[in-house]
């Protein structure tokens, strides 16, 4: 593996403006709020959240979708929000999406031929009917899509049917780092099992590098290396997952990982679940000084004034936490419970 990462991300911000009140006041939604993370090559990284923490404005940004406010998108190194034209066709043919609802994100007049082709049209790439057909093949095989479905239109497929369409569609032009965003979420449980099986599988065989964004650490334990977590538009804690899962440094991590499922129900019934109190505060005005302190149960004076930066507890964790470490005053055993299982 590379030491150089494939994907920089520096002090990225997203602001929207907003018109809210009675008179229509002006107000800015910091939905990414200096951001920064890298990828490296064939690595997979994860960026968890809740809903509205700014995990999907975060992916379009990465992928040129949106610009940004405020900092950089480097890929191999190249600025993507200064790319055009030729470049950024290029630069796209290396950096796919995998998309969240596998119904809406294909063409229902296109076959799945067509659809798989697509992309090969529009790059101008294996134009020659035999080279086509051998490389439709390989896809199709590698994607788990029977051959017999090439001439269906979407509508005729289950949900992880469709999926796989999109994730071939998504390595048809060979890219080197596919953002996933939630691309299980809408699918049943035991499709979900099939489809990171074949991600994973797919990473190894092509070489690839996710950012896989998910609102769901059971899902992201089984496939990615590193995780970022995001809080209100911003990244509270960062580091790999084992370290990550046995031993969180944030409270907002602390309290996630508490509501994971844990197979065993002699495990299960005896963990604590942390509840979080309150409601996650509005994007258009964030509280002061540190955002997770309202519902913080470990609050104290300076958690309202200071507003902390990540700041390395251990070489390769990061955590924004102004009175670390918390974790010494900790009494229940949700953490443990969950730490023990993943050792088995």
Not at 53 to 82: I, N, Q, S
Not at 159 to 176: C, E, H, K, S, T
Not at 253 to 272: F, H, N, Q
Not at 319 to 341: E, G, I, T, Y
Request: glycine share 6%.
């Amino acid at each position: 593996m590379s030491a150089t990462p494939i994907l920089e991300v520096s002090g990225l911000k997203k602001h929207y403006s907003s018109r809210a009140g009675l008179f229509g006041d002006k107000t800015t939604v910091k939905a990414v709020d200096g951001v920064s993370f890298s990828v490296m090559p064939q690595e997979s990284f994860a960026v968890v959240g809740e809903s509205g923490c700014g995990k999907t404005t975060l992916g379009k940004l990465v992928l040129a979708l949106e610009k940004p406010t405020e900092g950089r998108v480097l890929f191999d190194g190249a600025d993507t929000a200064a790319m055009s034209g030729a470049d950024l066709k290029r630069m796209r043919s290396q950096m796919q999406v995998i998309f969240q609802d596998p119904y809406s994100s294909l063409n229902p007049r296109m076959t799945v031929e067509d659809i798989i082709c697509e992309p090969w049209i529009i790059h101008g790439m294996h134009q020659e009917p035999a080279v086509r057909a051998a490389k439709l093949a390989k896809l199709l095989d590698d994607c788990g899509i029977a051959k017999s479905f090439l001439n269906r239109h979407p509508h005729e497929f289950s949900g992880g049917q469709r999926q796989r369409v999109g994730i071939a569609r998504a390595l048809a032009l060979d890219p080197r780092l596919v953002v996933a965003d939630e691309p299980v979420s809408a699918l049943d449980v035991s499709i979900q099992a099939q489809i990171l099986n074949l991600l994973k599988d797919l990473q190894k065989e092509r070489k690839l590098a996710y950012l896989f964004i998910s609102h769901d650490f059971s899902v992201v334990r089984h496939l990615c290396t590193r995780i970022a977590v995001m809080y209100l538009g911003r990244v509270v804690e960062t580091a790999d997952s084992e370290t990550l899962f046995n031993d969180p440094q944030h409270p907002y991590t602390e309290a996630l990982l508490s509501a994971v499922p844990v197979p065993d129900p002699s495990i299960e019934k005896r963990r604590k679940r942390i509840l979080l109190t309150g409601d996650v505060p509005s994007p258009l005005k964030p509280p002061s000084g540190c955002r997770f302190h309202p519902r913080c149960r470990y609050l104290k004076d300076a958690c309202r004034t200071d507003d902390p930066a990540l700041a390395e507890s251990r070489p390769g964790h990061f955590a924004a936490c102004p009175v670390l470490p918390f974790k010494d005053k900790r009494s229940d055993a949700a953490l443990v419970a969950l730490s023990n299982d993943a050792r088995k």
